[in-house]
């Protein structure tokens, strides 16, 4: 005969590895989920936001600042318009060809942008000299988000 305590020390087993199950396919999910395939409407393309070799500016993050500096054209004496914006949330995608396509502002509509805004949009769009990134062996398309601080006193 079993006692209460043997009873209740079975029952428990049992309800931790239901929870133990439920918690592996909660992280199974997450995981699958960081990685996955989600569609770009702008490119209408499917991309990842995270793959184990994220895309990189040929030359890393000095090239890509001063490419960035040299092709961004924004006067801003001249420009009393709109307030002093200083820094930029970009988001674009690198293709299987390490091409930047789809360059916009994060969380703003095309109708929305700043004069300052377009000239980032411009200067990055001419900015391809990216290597693509790899998920799982293969080239893929990659979302990027970057923020582009810019000092306005140079």
Known sequence: MKTIGLILLERLSVINKYNLLIFAIFCLYSCHSVKGQQYDSLT??????????????????RTFMADFNKHFQYDFSTNDKEPIQTKLRVQFVVDTKGRLIGARIYDKKADELTDFEKAGLKALSLMQSWQAGEH??????????????????N
């Open 136 to 153: 799982n062996g293969k080239l893929v398309n990659v979302l990027i988000t970057r923020v582009i601080h810019i000092d306005y006193r």
């Open 44 to 61: 209408q393309q499917n991309v990842y936001t995270f793959v184990e070799k994220m895309p990189d500016y040929k030359g890393g993050d």
